[in-house]
């Protein structure tokens, strides 16, 4: 038994999403031996040296999972990145000594994109951020923060530095969004189908666009499938809702189980999106 999930965002922030998001995993994860975290599990990720409450919460949660033989892999998101990065250090420069995320977890890192089978099928897992392709200046933030000499100077920064460029980081994305087409906070479809051709799959799984459904299609004459994650709202109010498009009165949030009878939604997933192509 697989589960999947992404764009959780936890944090301090919004303790009602946490408790709704660790409700449904002590529900759902016991039961898998697999757990796939696609990306933005946090809502911002400063470095391995350091959690917030809620974050600690779930690091425990993890741990307890992997200890009974759950398979947790996680890989990383726009918001962190930083997962599992080394070099993390302490306000005078020194390096810290503070074990990675996923020794603190017993996680496993996935590279994004990679490949499974699931099943007998071979499937495409990925964030998504990388296939909007259309938003050419995230693209050039991406490459920029996920060069080790950009992590290297931001790691190198004490822990209350680091929180502070966090939070105007995540100011300035929440207010660029408002000025941004539509079109350009969802993937591209050729970088879509470019992708899956260079994986030889025909069903992709990701997260990041806050847009869930499964929208089927054809590829190379293929029939093939793209399951869009759900992100995370418990749908109280509050000044961090996940994403500009989604109100916050709306419950949103979902695994997708897949096993060796099907696949399915659990949670507060939409309608059922139409096929599209």
């Known amino acids: 038994v697989a ?10 922030h919004d303790p009602d999403t946490a408790d709704a998001f660790f409700s449904a ?9 697999h757990l796939f975290v696609l990306g933005d599990l946090f809502d911002a990720w400063i470095g391995d040296d350091w959690a917030d409450t809620v974050s600690g919460r779930l690091l425990g949660r993890l741990a307890a999972l992997s200890a009974a033989g ?6 990383r998101g726009n918001r ?8 993390a250090a302490t306000g005078d420069g020194a390096q810290a000594a503070a074990p990675s995320f996923s020794a603190r977890c017993g996680a496993t890192m996935l590279d994004d994109p990679c490949v499974v089978e699931l099943f007998g099928r071979r499937v495409l897992l990925a964030h998504g951020d990388a296939l909007c ?5 995230y693209q050039a933030f991406r490459a920029q923060a996920r060069s080790a000499a950009w992590q290297h100077a931001f790691l190198a920064q004490p822990v209350e530095r680091r929180v502070a460029t966090a939070r ?10 408002g000025g941004k087409a539509d079109y350009l906070m969802d993937v591209n479809l050729a970088a879509v189908g470019d992708a899956m051709r260079a994986a030889d799959v025909t069903c992709l799984i990701h997260g990041h666009t806050h847009r869930p459904a499964e929208h089927r299609f054809r590829l ?4 093939a499938t793209r399951w869009v994650l759900p992100d995370w709202d418990a749908g109280a109010s509050h000044a961090g809702a996940s994403h500009a498009s989604t109100p916050a009165s709306t419950r949103r949030g ?12 659990l949670g507060d997933w939409p309608d059922p999106a139409a096929p599209s192509g």
């Open 168 to 177: 105007a980081m995540r100011a300035q994305s929440e207010a660029s969004k």
């Open 133 to 137: 392709t259309d938003d050419v200046d």
């Open 70 to 75: 759950t398979r947790v892999l996680v890989m």
């Open 80 to 87: 962190d990145f930083l997962l599992d990065v080394p070099g």
């Open 220 to 223: 190379d004459g293929l029939d």
């Open 25 to 33: 995993l002590d529900a759902h994860a016991p039961a898998a031996t």
């Open 254 to 265: 979902g695994f997708l189980r897949v096993d060796a009878r099907g696949w399915q939604r």
């Open 3 to 12: 589960l999947f999930v992404s764009d959780v965002h936890l944090g301090d």
